[in-house]
């Protein structure tokens, strides 16, 4: 069976080691998670999980099941339409083109976010594949470190 | 009503009508037994290991149908009993665990007899609860005792810091539940049902395929009726033995591993199965790939993630099975002609005509199935019967006459060696009426063997038959076929005498080398209505048969050994 990536968000009402059970399961059942974001929803007892999980359609269908079976789940959201955007830090070496930098980020709908004596620090938010690109795009001006913020997504309508 | 958390828990359990609590009391948990010593309400069960409590509990749920009740301490009293806890996880049977914890300003920094229980407990749990303060008790208790028995029941697991069962707080103990993030489905999707029943009546080699859900929620009544109207034959999971009598004529017997010749032939060669609270067990299905190839699936269960979990369903309904069932009979009446299956009945029948489930008796030596077989001549309906794992739990399931829901009790999914014999002590308790044995063997008995001590204080009359080979039974089978006889660390020649074991504890105990000894022992057991061990010395290598080897297909039995 072909396998498929997939985000998957979980509303979860906020109690005690809610994120361990849901991660739990994952650990338990051999499923990957490969990016996960976590906050709490405004003006409620509620919790927003995004999961960016892969696997093929029974273990997708089993994974969104496990999900809702868990006690502190409200929703599960498994729509193929959603907005999805990834955050991306990386920190660049001060001897690095400013400019050139600063035009690369552009392009990806981000900035420089910081410079210091030492290091020029851009933050780019975007589609994950776009984000993906952008990161083979800033291996030439020799990034000393990456952080990835993991997928937060909502649905289009 | 202000009280301490130890308080709340004790008046818990009267409100829920609990009158049976099993437990061994520890430092952490002292503040809640230094209530139970005050009780009168609920009787406490002293167990002398955490997870014999937890067994008792679950033997007391599956005998009677409701809500199990442990207590049990920190740190190792907890652990010991996540075994008892897995057990019932697996088989879907509602608990209610608790435990104590160290104080919560110690949480987190090892103390002694600290682990981090809810932790643990999460993987083979339904739910479970860390409880911060007194305030919440009330609450947490109410949902634990409604979330193990509703939906697919299972085990819930409160775990209390010893401080908030010192800490005062107001009681007002819930009078209903407000989880909004739990709502299992119960009604089943009509449209579904109808599909299903239209299905049941178009198809030609239809077999009902039932399992353990059918206990839980009760609904073997409707199943027998819908059985008897459609005339259609029945297979059943070990889990779902009792659900239809022994001797009804569409009775196909146990399906899988070790299931009847006719049986796993009606499943390979159906061409519609009608799955009713099965889980499509590894032990059940064989190789997958195999499993069912000509039949279309209806699947009935209350949890979602068990439908299409393992194979593809054709018509899933998501449902109480009891409430389903009471929507698709009368749609099934409709329709159904019982004469079309009657070519199916004839060709199953020849199955079984051809090898029925059978052993071979002997004169010389005993054989274990002789022993189920007798038992069930002698006791029948009277006894609830209690077994622990191994080959005398199959050969159980396979020859004793079972008639009604509850009458069988075993550990399925976790197939837990050390359940029958502490199972059996919360099932007498919960049925006191009725003989109860425990099918054990000279392997499994020894894993909880100090339950002695609390089936004698406790005057809970069990009668354990231990089907003796001296030998690890089923282990030393597969090694018999699969390892070219090499009986690694399976001979159990040196064991203890049991017969004294259960004097010492108080007990009385029986030695049966022949048929007569066996027949007198089992009367005088019952008789004296005491404790009791009847070590009875079996056919050493005797193997469980039929059997599908792990991973092979339901239509390729093993049906003998030859040396």
Redesign the interface.
């Known amino acids: 069976m072909k396998v498929e990536r997939r985000v998957i968000s979980v509303i979860v009402q906020n109690e005690h080691s809610v994120l361990a059970r849901i991660t739990g399961l994952f650990a338990a059942r051999g499923y990957n998670i490969e990016t996960l974001t976590v906050a709490p929803i405004p003006d409620s007892d509620m919790s927003r999980l995004t999961i960016e999980t892969r696997g093929n359609v029974r273990v997708i269908e089993q994974i969104i099941k496990q999900l809702h079976k868990l006690i502190p789940t409200y929703k599960v959201i498994e729509h193929e339409e959603m907005i999805e955007k990834e955050m991306v830090m990386m920190k660049f070496p001060i001897n690095e083109s400013l400019a050139a930098i600063q035009a690369l980020c552009q392009a990806y709908n981000g900035g420089i976010a910081n410079v210091s004596s030492q290091h020029i620090i851009t933050m780019v938010a975007d589609e994950p594949r776009r984000v993906k690109h952008f990161i083979e795009a800033a291996q030439r001006f020799h990034p000393v470190e990456i952080v990835r913020g993991g997928v937060v997504a909502m649905e289009r309508e | 009503m202000q009280m301490t958390g130890a308080q709340m828990v004790i008046e818990a359990m009267k409100l829920e009508g609990v009158d049976t609590v099993f437990g061994y009391p520890g430092g952490a948990i002292m503040n809640v037994y230094d209530e139970v010593y005050k009780q009168k309400d609920f009787r406490h069960i002293l167990t002398r290991h955490e997870q014999a409590a937890v067994h008792a509990a679950d033997g007391y749920a599956r005998a009677t149908g409701k809500v199990g009740v442990a207590f049990v301490t920190s740190g190792p009293g907890f652990t010991n009993a996540v075994t008892g806890i897995a057990t019932a996880y697996m088989d879907s049977v509602p608990l209610v665990v608790i435990s104590g914890q160290v104080p919560i300003s110690m949480i987190g920094t090892d103390a002694f007899q600290e682990i981090d229980a809810?932790?643990i407990s999460?993987?083979c749990t339904?739910?479970n609860?860390?409880v911060?303060s007194a305030k919440e008790l009330p609450r947490i208790l109410k949902e634990a005792f409604y979330?193990a028995h509703s939906g697919r029941p299972g085990p819930v697991h409160i775990d209390i810091p010893k401080d908030v069962t010192a800490e005062m707080a107001e009681f007002n103990y819930p009078t209903h539940i407000d989880?909004?993030?739990?709502k299992p489905t119960t009604r089943g999707n009509v449209r579904q049902i109808k599909k299903a029943a239209e299905a049941i009546c178009r198809a030609k080699r239809p077999v009902f395929y039932l399992g353990g859900g059918i206990i839980h929620a009760e609904a073997a009544g409707l199943v027998r009726e819908l059985v008897d109207v459609t005339q259609i034959p029945a297979v059943e999971t070990l889990m779902a033995r009792g659900t239809l009598p022994h001797d009804h004529p569409l009775l196909l017997g146990m399906v899988g591993m070790h299931g009847s010749y006719q049986a796993n032939m009606a499943m390979s060669e159906a061409d519609l199965m009608i799955a009713l609270g099965p889980r499509f067990d590894d032990r059940v299905t064989g190789k997958l790939s195999e499993f069912a190839k000509h039949a279309k699936i209806i699947h009935v269960d209350i949890?979602?993630?068990s439908i299409?979990?393992l194979v593809d369903v054709d018509y899933p309904i998501v449902g109480d099975l009891k409430e389903v069932l009471e929507v698709m009979l009368p749609k099934v009446k409709e329709c159904v002609d019982p004469d079309k299956y009657q070519a199916w009945r004839q060709i199953l029948k020849r199955y079984n005509d051809i090898h029925p489930l059978r052993y071979e008796d002997s004169d010389e030596v005993i054989k274990p199935q002789w022993v189920i077989e007798r038992t069930g001549q002698l006791l029948g309906e009277r006894a609830v019967v209690c077994t622990d794992v191994g080959q005398h739990q199959m050969w159980t399931a396979q020859f004793y006459p079972f008639s009604y829901p509850r009458q069988f009790i075993t550990s399925g999914g976790l197939g837990t060696m050390g359940f029958g014999f502490p199972a059996a002590i919360g099932a007498k308790r919960g049925v006191p009426d009725k003989t109860v044995i425990n099918f054990t063997g000279d392997g499994s008995i020894l894993m909880n063997i100090q339950e002695l001590v609390t089936a004698v204080e406790s005057r809970l009359p069990v009668i354990n038959i231990i089907l003796n080979n001296h030998y690890l039974g089923m282990v030393r089978q597969w090694q018999t076929f699969f390892y070219e006889k090499r009986y690694a660390e399976t001979d159990l020649s040196f064991q203890p005498d049991f017969v004294r074991l259960a004097e010492a504890c108080g007990g009385v105990g029986y030695r049966v080398e022949t048929k007569e000894e066996f027949d007198e022992a089992l009367q005088d057991a019952i008789d004296k209505g005491v404790v009791a061990m009847i070590d009875v010395i079996v056919d050493r290598e005797e193997n469980v048969l039929p059997m599908v080897p792990s991973g092979g297909t339901l239509y390729n039995m093993m049906l003998e050994y030859k040396d």
Do not use: N
């Not at chain 2, 989880?179 to 739990?182: A, D, E, G, S």
């Open positions: 809810t932790g999460r993987s339904k739910h609860y860390l911060h979330l989880l909004p993030t739990y949890d979602p993630s299409g979990k």
